[in-house]
Protein backbone atom coordinates (compact mmCIF):
# COMPACT_ATOMS: atom_id res chain seq x y z
CA UNK A 1 0.00 0.00 0.00
CA UNK A 2 2.37 3.01 1.51
CA UNK A 3 2.94 5.45 -1.69
CA UNK A 4 0.78 3.48 -3.87
CA UNK A 5 -2.15 3.61 -1.81
CA UNK A 6 -1.29 7.78 -0.88
CA UNK A 7 -0.85 8.47 -4.35
CA UNK A 8 -4.70 7.06 -5.53
CA UNK A 9 -6.32 7.84 -2.01
CA UNK A 10 -9.02 10.84 -3.09
CA UNK A 11 -8.26 13.94 -1.48
CA UNK A 12 -10.55 15.73 1.06
CA UNK A 13 -12.07 19.40 0.13
CA UNK A 14 -14.47 21.08 2.59
CA UNK A 15 -17.77 20.17 2.01
CA UNK A 16 -19.25 23.76 1.92
CA UNK A 17 -16.53 25.92 3.69
CA UNK A 18 -19.05 25.13 6.73
CA UNK A 19 -18.53 23.19 9.83
CA UNK A 20 -16.15 22.33 12.41
CA UNK A 21 -12.57 22.23 11.87
CA UNK A 22 -11.25 18.64 12.50
CA UNK A 23 -7.17 19.16 13.19
CA UNK A 24 -4.71 16.23 12.99
CA UNK A 25 -0.91 16.39 12.98
CA UNK A 26 1.69 13.47 12.65
CA UNK A 27 5.46 13.53 14.11
CA UNK A 28 8.03 11.34 14.40
CA UNK A 29 6.95 7.54 14.57
CA UNK A 30 3.82 6.87 15.16
CA UNK A 31 2.06 3.57 15.11
CA UNK A 32 -1.10 4.24 13.16
CA UNK A 33 -1.96 7.23 11.04
CA UNK A 34 -5.72 6.46 10.81
CA UNK A 35 -8.56 8.62 12.20
CA UNK A 36 -12.04 8.02 12.46
CA UNK A 37 -14.41 10.24 11.25
CA UNK A 38 -18.05 10.55 12.11
CA UNK A 39 -20.13 13.17 10.53
CA UNK A 40 -23.47 13.91 12.02
CA UNK A 41 -24.77 16.05 9.45
CA UNK A 42 -24.62 13.62 6.56
CA UNK A 43 -24.77 10.52 8.47
CA UNK A 44 -21.44 9.18 7.55
CA UNK A 45 -18.48 7.57 9.14
CA UNK A 46 -15.00 8.49 7.22
CA UNK A 47 -12.09 6.26 7.73
CA UNK A 48 -9.07 8.78 7.04
CA UNK A 49 -5.43 7.92 6.69
CA UNK A 50 -2.75 10.11 6.13
CA UNK A 51 0.67 9.14 4.14
CA UNK A 52 2.10 12.26 3.61
CA UNK A 53 -1.09 13.77 2.49
CA UNK A 54 -4.51 12.97 4.31
CA UNK A 55 -6.94 11.17 2.29
CA UNK A 56 -10.29 9.04 2.30
CA UNK A 57 -10.13 5.46 2.80
CA UNK A 58 -13.51 4.27 3.01
CA UNK A 59 -16.67 5.99 3.60
CA UNK A 60 -19.88 4.34 5.11
CA UNK A 61 -23.30 5.35 6.26
CA UNK A 62 -23.90 5.63 9.37
CA UNK A 63 -27.07 6.25 11.93
CA UNK A 64 -26.41 8.97 15.08
CA UNK A 65 -29.07 9.73 17.82
CA UNK A 66 -32.28 10.81 17.54
CA UNK A 67 -31.55 14.05 19.28
CA UNK A 68 -29.37 16.71 17.44
CA UNK A 69 -27.01 18.07 20.02
CA UNK A 70 -24.26 16.79 21.88
CA UNK A 71 -24.35 13.96 24.49
CA UNK A 72 -25.19 15.73 28.13
CA UNK A 73 -27.12 13.02 30.45
CA UNK A 74 -27.65 9.13 30.62
CA UNK A 75 -31.06 8.89 27.62
CA UNK A 76 -31.03 12.02 26.31
CA UNK A 77 -31.15 10.14 22.89
CA UNK A 78 -27.44 12.07 21.70
CA UNK A 79 -24.63 10.73 20.17
CA UNK A 80 -21.45 12.83 21.91
CA UNK A 81 -19.16 15.48 20.13
CA UNK A 82 -15.81 15.44 21.12
CA UNK A 83 -12.49 12.37 20.33
CA UNK A 84 -13.04 9.25 21.61
CA UNK A 85 -10.69 5.98 21.62
CA UNK A 86 -12.05 2.24 22.15
CA UNK A 87 -12.11 0.59 25.72
CA UNK A 88 -13.90 -2.89 24.41
CA UNK A 89 -14.51 -4.92 21.76
CA UNK A 90 -16.90 -7.49 21.63
CA UNK A 91 -18.02 -10.14 18.79
CA UNK A 92 -21.00 -12.84 18.47
CA UNK A 93 -21.75 -15.58 16.25
CA UNK A 94 -25.46 -14.59 17.37
CA UNK A 95 -26.70 -11.43 15.63
CA UNK A 96 -28.36 -9.36 19.08
CA UNK A 97 -29.00 -5.65 18.99
CA UNK A 98 -25.69 -4.78 18.47
CA UNK A 99 -25.41 -6.88 15.56
CA UNK A 100 -22.54 -9.24 15.28
CA UNK A 101 -19.86 -6.76 16.69
CA UNK A 102 -19.15 -3.35 18.93
CA UNK A 103 -16.90 -1.25 19.64
CA UNK A 104 -17.19 0.52 23.35
CA UNK A 105 -16.23 4.00 23.30
CA UNK A 106 -14.63 5.86 26.04
CA UNK A 107 -17.41 8.37 26.80
CA UNK A 108 -17.61 10.09 29.09
CA UNK A 109 -14.23 10.59 28.20
CA UNK A 110 -12.37 13.76 30.56
CA UNK A 111 -12.83 16.78 29.02
CA UNK A 112 -16.67 15.39 29.02
CA UNK A 113 -16.65 14.98 32.55
CA UNK A 114 -14.97 18.06 33.40
CA UNK A 115 -18.17 19.88 31.41
CA UNK A 116 -20.25 17.94 33.53
CA UNK A 117 -21.53 15.35 30.83
CA UNK A 118 -23.22 12.34 32.16
CA UNK A 119 -24.23 8.42 30.74
CA UNK A 120 -22.44 5.68 29.79
CA UNK A 121 -22.78 2.40 27.27
CA UNK A 122 -21.77 4.71 23.54
CA UNK A 123 -20.88 1.74 20.99
CA UNK A 124 -20.17 1.69 17.39
CA UNK A 125 -22.30 -1.35 16.27
CA UNK A 126 -23.59 -3.10 13.34
CA UNK A 127 -27.14 -4.36 12.67
CA UNK A 128 -28.37 -6.82 9.48
CA UNK A 129 -31.53 -4.55 9.89
CA UNK A 130 -32.47 -1.72 7.62
CA UNK A 131 -32.17 1.84 9.70
CA UNK A 132 -32.92 5.36 8.92
CA UNK A 133 -30.61 7.90 9.73
CA UNK A 134 -30.65 9.63 13.23
CA UNK A 135 -32.39 6.72 14.75
CA UNK A 136 -30.47 5.37 17.37
CA UNK A 137 -30.46 6.14 20.95
CA UNK A 138 -27.19 7.25 21.30
CA UNK A 139 -24.95 4.68 19.50
CA UNK A 140 -22.97 4.99 16.04
CA UNK A 141 -25.16 2.13 14.02
CA UNK A 142 -23.53 0.64 11.23
CA UNK A 143 -24.21 -2.35 8.61
CA UNK A 144 -22.51 -5.08 9.87
CA UNK A 145 -20.58 -5.94 6.59
CA UNK A 146 -19.20 -2.14 6.28
CA UNK A 147 -18.38 -2.72 10.88
CA UNK A 148 -16.40 -5.69 9.84
CA UNK A 149 -14.36 -4.26 7.03
CA UNK A 150 -13.78 -0.79 9.54
CA UNK A 151 -13.25 -2.84 12.78
CA UNK A 152 -9.72 -4.29 12.18
CA UNK A 153 -8.40 -0.88 10.61
CA UNK A 154 -8.56 0.50 14.50
CA UNK A 155 -6.24 0.61 16.91
CA UNK A 156 -7.25 1.25 20.24
CA UNK A 157 -4.29 3.49 21.64
CA UNK A 158 -3.77 5.48 18.32
CA UNK A 159 -6.85 5.69 16.51
CA UNK A 160 -8.99 8.22 17.36
CA UNK A 161 -12.64 8.22 16.95
CA UNK A 162 -14.04 12.17 16.41
CA UNK A 163 -17.70 12.96 16.18
CA UNK A 164 -18.65 16.24 14.86
CA UNK A 165 -21.94 17.75 13.91
CA UNK A 166 -20.73 18.62 10.85
CA UNK A 167 -17.23 18.26 9.32
CA UNK A 168 -14.85 21.11 7.82
CA UNK A 169 -10.85 20.74 6.41
CA UNK A 170 -8.92 23.41 9.14
CA UNK A 171 -7.59 26.07 7.28
CA UNK A 172 -3.73 26.08 6.56
CA UNK A 173 -2.81 28.63 9.02
CA UNK A 174 -4.81 26.37 11.83
CA UNK A 175 -3.33 23.28 10.30
CA UNK A 176 0.55 24.55 10.70
CA UNK A 177 0.11 26.13 14.18
CA UNK A 178 -1.15 22.29 15.45
CA UNK A 179 1.74 20.80 13.90
CA UNK A 180 4.17 23.52 14.60
CA UNK A 181 2.86 23.43 18.33
CA UNK A 182 3.63 19.43 18.36
CA UNK A 183 7.34 19.59 17.27
CA UNK A 184 8.10 22.06 19.84
CA UNK A 185 6.24 20.66 22.41
CA UNK A 186 7.30 20.03 26.33
CA UNK A 187 6.20 16.57 27.57
CA UNK A 188 7.14 16.80 31.38
CA UNK A 189 6.18 20.41 31.41
CA UNK A 190 2.56 19.72 29.88
CA UNK A 191 1.85 17.21 32.75
CA UNK A 192 3.84 18.13 35.43
CA UNK A 193 3.49 19.88 38.85
CA UNK A 194 0.19 18.22 39.28
CA UNK A 195 -1.79 20.13 36.38
CA UNK A 196 -2.88 17.43 35.32
CA UNK A 197 -4.31 14.50 37.09
CA UNK A 198 -3.03 10.63 35.99
CA UNK A 199 -5.17 8.07 35.13
CA UNK A 200 -4.11 4.29 34.40
CA UNK A 201 -6.02 2.67 31.66
CA UNK A 202 -5.64 -1.09 29.60
CA UNK A 203 -6.58 -2.01 26.40
CA UNK A 204 -9.42 -3.81 28.19
CA UNK A 205 -10.52 -1.09 30.19
CA UNK A 206 -12.63 -3.40 32.34
CA UNK A 207 -9.84 -5.52 33.81
CA UNK A 208 -8.84 -4.44 37.45
CA UNK A 209 -10.44 -0.84 37.72
CA UNK A 210 -10.09 -0.69 41.17
CA UNK A 211 -6.48 -1.39 41.18
CA UNK A 212 -5.60 0.78 38.69
CA UNK A 213 -7.30 3.93 40.26
CA UNK A 214 -4.65 2.97 43.32
CA UNK A 215 -2.04 2.26 41.11
CA UNK A 216 -2.42 5.90 39.15
CA UNK A 217 -1.58 7.98 42.01
CA UNK A 218 2.09 6.58 41.64
CA UNK A 219 2.32 7.68 38.20
CA UNK A 220 2.62 11.37 39.27
CA UNK A 221 6.03 10.70 40.83
CA UNK A 222 7.39 9.17 38.17
CA UNK A 223 10.99 10.72 36.34
CA UNK A 224 13.65 10.19 38.21
CA UNK A 225 16.07 7.24 37.20
CA UNK A 226 13.58 6.17 33.95
CA UNK A 227 14.91 6.37 30.04
CA UNK A 228 11.67 7.40 28.29
CA UNK A 229 11.89 7.58 25.10
CA UNK A 230 8.97 9.02 22.50
CA UNK A 231 8.85 7.04 19.13
CA UNK A 232 6.33 9.37 18.00
CA UNK A 233 2.95 12.03 18.53
CA UNK A 234 -0.15 12.71 17.37
CA UNK A 235 -2.35 16.02 18.08
CA UNK A 236 -6.39 15.98 17.33
CA UNK A 237 -8.25 19.18 17.80
CA UNK A 238 -12.19 19.54 17.22
CA UNK A 239 -14.41 22.13 18.74
CA UNK A 240 -12.07 23.14 21.47
CA UNK A 241 -11.37 19.54 22.64
CA UNK A 242 -7.62 18.78 22.06
CA UNK A 243 -5.76 15.36 22.44
CA UNK A 244 -1.96 14.62 22.01
CA UNK A 245 -0.82 10.90 22.09
CA UNK A 246 2.73 9.99 22.41
CA UNK A 247 4.09 6.77 21.43
CA UNK A 248 6.79 6.21 24.20
CA UNK A 249 8.85 3.41 25.76
CA UNK A 250 9.87 3.82 29.62
CA UNK A 251 12.64 1.85 30.64
CA UNK A 252 13.34 1.06 34.28
CA UNK A 253 15.50 -0.64 36.88
CA UNK A 254 17.15 -3.90 35.71
CA UNK A 255 16.82 -3.09 32.06
CA UNK A 256 12.56 -3.92 32.29
CA UNK A 257 10.97 -1.53 29.78
CA UNK A 258 7.17 -0.85 28.94
CA UNK A 259 5.60 0.09 26.04
CA UNK A 260 2.97 2.77 26.89
CA UNK A 261 0.52 5.50 25.04
CA UNK A 262 0.15 8.94 26.63
CA UNK A 263 -3.08 10.54 26.13
CA UNK A 264 -2.67 14.26 27.05
CA UNK A 265 -6.40 15.27 27.10
CA UNK A 266 -6.59 19.61 26.49
CA UNK A 267 -9.06 22.54 26.20
CA UNK A 268 -8.47 25.61 24.45
CA UNK A 269 -10.04 27.55 21.29
CA UNK A 270 -6.30 27.16 19.68
CA UNK A 271 -2.86 24.58 19.81
CA UNK A 272 -1.48 28.54 21.02
CA UNK A 273 -4.10 28.27 24.07
CA UNK A 274 -4.09 24.95 25.11
CA UNK A 275 -4.70 24.00 28.96
CA UNK A 276 -4.27 20.52 30.62
CA UNK A 277 -7.47 18.53 31.61
CA UNK A 278 -5.93 15.12 32.32
CA UNK A 279 -3.17 12.84 31.31
CA UNK A 280 -3.77 9.03 30.77
CA UNK A 281 -1.20 5.89 30.96
CA UNK A 282 -2.62 3.20 28.37
CA UNK A 283 -0.73 0.13 28.59
CA UNK A 284 -1.63 -3.54 27.79
CA UNK A 285 -2.36 -5.53 30.86
CA UNK A 286 -1.96 -4.90 34.28
CA UNK A 287 0.89 -6.88 35.08
CA UNK A 288 2.67 -3.69 32.99
CA UNK A 289 0.26 -1.53 34.60
CA UNK A 290 2.16 -3.00 37.93
CA UNK A 291 5.68 -2.86 36.72
CA UNK A 292 5.34 1.14 35.91
CA UNK A 293 3.34 2.24 39.31
CA UNK A 294 6.29 0.10 40.70
CA UNK A 295 9.12 2.46 39.77
CA UNK A 296 7.73 5.40 40.93
CA UNK A 297 9.92 6.63 43.99
CA UNK A 298 8.34 6.06 47.98
CA UNK A 299 6.05 8.57 48.77
CA UNK A 300 7.32 11.21 51.33
CA UNK A 301 5.56 10.62 54.62
CA UNK A 302 4.14 13.67 56.28
CA UNK A 303 5.74 14.14 59.47
CA UNK A 304 3.19 15.49 61.42
CA UNK A 305 4.55 18.11 64.63
CA UNK A 306 3.00 17.27 67.72
CA UNK A 307 0.45 20.03 69.22
CA UNK A 308 2.28 20.90 72.94
CA UNK A 309 0.68 18.94 75.42
CA UNK A 310 -1.85 21.66 77.73
CA UNK A 311 -1.02 22.05 81.66
CA UNK A 312 -4.01 20.06 83.55
CA UNK A 313 -5.55 23.55 84.46
CA UNK A 314 -5.91 24.53 80.58
CA UNK A 315 -7.12 21.53 79.91
CA UNK A 316 -10.08 21.17 83.13
CA UNK A 317 -10.88 25.29 81.65
CA UNK A 318 -11.30 23.94 77.80
CA UNK A 319 -13.31 21.41 78.99
CA UNK A 320 -15.64 23.31 81.65
CA UNK A 321 -16.17 25.84 78.61
CA UNK A 322 -17.38 23.14 76.53
CA UNK A 323 -19.52 21.70 79.52
CA UNK A 324 -21.50 25.12 79.93
CA UNK A 325 -21.78 25.11 76.24
CA UNK A 326 -23.59 22.04 75.90
CA UNK A 327 -25.68 22.68 78.91
CA UNK A 328 -26.86 26.12 78.05
CA UNK A 329 -27.66 24.42 74.57
CA UNK A 330 -29.33 21.94 76.00
CA UNK A 331 -27.35 19.26 74.20
CA UNK A 332 -28.00 16.41 76.25
CA UNK A 333 -25.73 13.89 74.57
CA UNK A 334 -22.70 16.50 74.10
CA UNK A 335 -23.38 17.06 78.36
CA UNK A 336 -23.28 13.67 79.16
CA UNK A 337 -20.18 13.12 77.61
CA UNK A 338 -18.61 15.18 80.69
CA UNK A 339 -19.64 12.94 82.93
CA UNK A 340 -17.67 10.02 84.35
CA UNK A 341 -19.33 6.48 84.16
CA UNK A 342 -19.63 5.77 88.34
CA UNK A 343 -20.82 9.55 88.61
CA UNK A 344 -22.84 10.52 91.78
CA UNK A 345 -24.51 13.21 92.74
CA UNK A 346 -27.39 14.07 94.76
CA UNK A 347 -28.60 10.48 95.30
CA UNK A 348 -28.25 10.04 91.32
CA UNK A 349 -26.00 7.80 89.23
CA UNK A 350 -25.05 8.68 85.77
CA UNK A 351 -28.70 7.34 84.02
CA UNK A 352 -30.95 8.70 86.92
CA UNK A 353 -28.31 12.61 86.62
CA UNK A 354 -29.31 12.13 82.21
CA UNK A 355 -32.78 11.25 82.94
CA UNK A 356 -33.25 14.65 85.38
CA UNK A 357 -31.36 16.72 82.95
CA UNK A 358 -33.48 15.34 80.13
CA UNK A 359 -36.44 16.30 81.63
CA UNK A 360 -35.21 19.89 82.75
CA UNK A 361 -34.35 20.34 78.79
CA UNK A 362 -38.16 19.43 77.84
CA UNK A 363 -39.72 21.69 80.79
CA UNK A 364 -37.54 25.05 80.15
CA UNK A 365 -37.52 26.80 76.94
CA UNK A 366 -34.26 28.33 77.82
CA UNK A 367 -31.06 27.56 80.04
CA UNK A 368 -28.23 30.28 81.00
CA UNK A 369 -25.10 29.59 82.95
CA UNK A 370 -22.57 32.31 84.18
CA UNK A 371 -19.61 30.86 86.05
CA UNK A 372 -17.33 33.22 88.33
CA UNK A 373 -14.01 33.31 90.78
CA UNK A 374 -13.09 29.55 89.43
CA UNK A 375 -10.58 27.41 91.70
CA UNK A 376 -8.91 24.61 90.38
CA UNK A 377 -6.62 22.18 92.31
CA UNK A 378 -4.71 19.54 90.37
CA UNK A 379 -3.56 15.93 92.25
CA UNK A 380 -2.00 13.85 89.68
CA UNK A 381 -5.16 12.46 87.97
CA UNK A 382 -7.76 13.75 89.91
CA UNK A 383 -9.11 17.68 90.18
CA UNK A 384 -11.06 19.56 92.33
CA UNK A 385 -13.02 22.58 90.75
CA UNK A 386 -14.78 25.30 92.75
CA UNK A 387 -16.67 28.39 91.08
CA UNK A 388 -19.63 30.63 91.86
CA UNK A 389 -22.60 29.52 89.44
CA UNK A 390 -25.47 31.96 88.39
CA UNK A 391 -28.06 29.93 86.64
CA UNK A 392 -30.91 31.20 85.39
CA UNK A 393 -34.22 29.64 83.38
CA UNK A 394 -37.92 30.50 82.48
CA UNK A 395 -39.10 29.42 85.97
CA UNK A 396 -35.88 29.46 87.73
CA UNK A 397 -32.80 31.35 89.09
CA UNK A 398 -30.44 30.93 91.61
CA UNK A 399 -26.87 31.68 92.97
CA UNK A 400 -24.72 29.23 94.57
CA UNK A 401 -21.20 28.28 94.94
CA UNK A 402 -20.57 24.96 92.63
CA UNK A 403 -18.00 21.79 93.59
CA UNK A 404 -17.19 19.67 91.01
CA UNK A 405 -14.92 16.38 91.46
CA UNK A 406 -12.87 15.40 87.76
CA UNK A 407 -10.93 12.55 87.63
CA UNK A 408 -8.84 11.94 83.98
CA UNK A 409 -9.71 8.74 81.46
CA UNK A 410 -8.14 8.11 78.37
CA UNK A 411 -6.93 11.83 78.11
CA UNK A 412 -10.18 13.35 79.21
CA UNK A 413 -11.48 15.01 82.34
CA UNK A 414 -14.44 14.20 83.35
CA UNK A 415 -17.04 14.69 86.56
CA UNK A 416 -17.04 11.99 89.09
CA UNK A 417 -19.21 14.45 91.35
CA UNK A 418 -20.96 17.77 92.11
CA UNK A 419 -22.00 19.77 95.06
CA UNK A 420 -24.10 22.89 95.42
CA UNK A 421 -24.17 25.22 98.08
CA UNK A 422 -26.98 28.32 97.89
CA UNK A 423 -24.94 31.76 98.62
CA UNK A 424 -27.20 34.55 99.40
CA UNK A 425 -28.31 37.00 96.65
CA UNK A 426 -25.91 39.25 95.09
CA UNK A 427 -24.89 42.51 97.84
CA UNK A 428 -24.89 40.17 100.67
CA UNK A 429 -22.28 37.06 99.47
CA UNK A 430 -19.36 36.55 101.26
CA UNK A 431 -16.21 37.20 99.98
CA UNK A 432 -14.41 33.83 99.54
CA UNK A 433 -10.55 33.89 100.06
Same mark, same amino acid.
Given at each position: ????????????????????????????????????????????????????????????????????????????????????????????????????????????????????????????????????????????????????????????????????????????????????????????????????????????????????????????????????????????????????????????????????????????????????????????????????????? *????? !??? =??? $?????? #? &? +????????????????????????????????????????? *????? !??? =??? $?????? #? &? +?????????????????????????????????????????????????????????
Amino acid at each position: MGAAWAASAPSLTPLDGQGTPVVWCYHGQAPDTRLVVVDKSRQRLLVLRYLGKLGLEYEYPCASGEKNGPKIASKDEKTPEGIYFITHRYKDRKVTIFGDRALHLNYPNPQDRAQGRKGDGIYIHGTNRDYKPRSSNGCLVMNNKDLARVEPLLDEQFTPVIVVERMALPSPALQGEACEFLRTVNLDALGAGGKSPQSLELLDNGKGKAELKALAGDLERLGPGLEVRTRGLALFGAQGQWVLLANQHLKGPKGKGVAVTRRYYLTGPSPAQLKPVQVQWVVPDLPKARLLASWAP *AKPVA !VVA =KAP $VQDPQA #Q &I +KTMLNAWLKAWQGKRLKRYMSYYARDFRSSGKNWRQWRRHK *AYLNR !VYK =KIT $VRVEDI #Q &I +KVHGSRATVSFVQHYRSDWHRDLGLKTLQLVQSKGRWLIRSEQWKKLPAPGGAPKRG
